[in-house]
Nanobody, 121 residues
Framework: QVQLAESGGGLVQPGGSLRLSCVAS????????MGWYRQAQGKQRESVAR???????DYADSVKGRFTISRDNTKNTVYLQMNSLKPEDTAVYYC???????????????WGQGTQVTVSS
């Protein structure tokens, strides 16, 4: 069993900042890619940022220069620092992790339960 626990969402004014965290726990052998996705009301879920186990990153064009993804492999945790937030960043943010639960297992994906981010004055 693997659990992902997200935190850090909330209400913030335009131009403000938030930091999301996602901790993976349970039966974990090795973690590959960690990432953040978001889904605004009435829209499809979209990728926001991803980070590989070597530290390589990629971002959606809409958040480049404003959001920074990072990870702490000693804590099985991925972070998303969000600066200069805009109303269009309002969405439920989900953590997604690709990992193996044993040496012989396949890589599987796991999702967090989501955390609401609302950007409004």
């Amino acid at each position: 069993q693997v659990q992902l626990a997200e935190s850090g969402g909330g209400l913030v004014q335009p131009g403000g900042s938030l930091r999301l965290s996602c901790v993976a726990s349970g039966s974990i052998f090795a973690i590959a890619t960690m990432g953040w996705y978001r889904q605004a009301q009435g829209k499809q879920r979209e990728s926001v940022a991803r980070i590989g186990n070597s530290g390589s990153t990629d971002y959606a064009d809409s958040v480049k220069g404003r959001f920074t993804i990072s990870r702490d492999n000693t804590k099985n945790t991925v972070y998303l620092q969000m600066n200069s937030l805009k109303p269009e960043d309002t969405a439920v943010y989900y953590c997604r992790v690709l990992l193996k639960t044993s040496w012989s297992s396949m890589i599987n994906e796991y999702w967090g339960q989501g955390t609401q981010v609302t950007v409004s004055s």
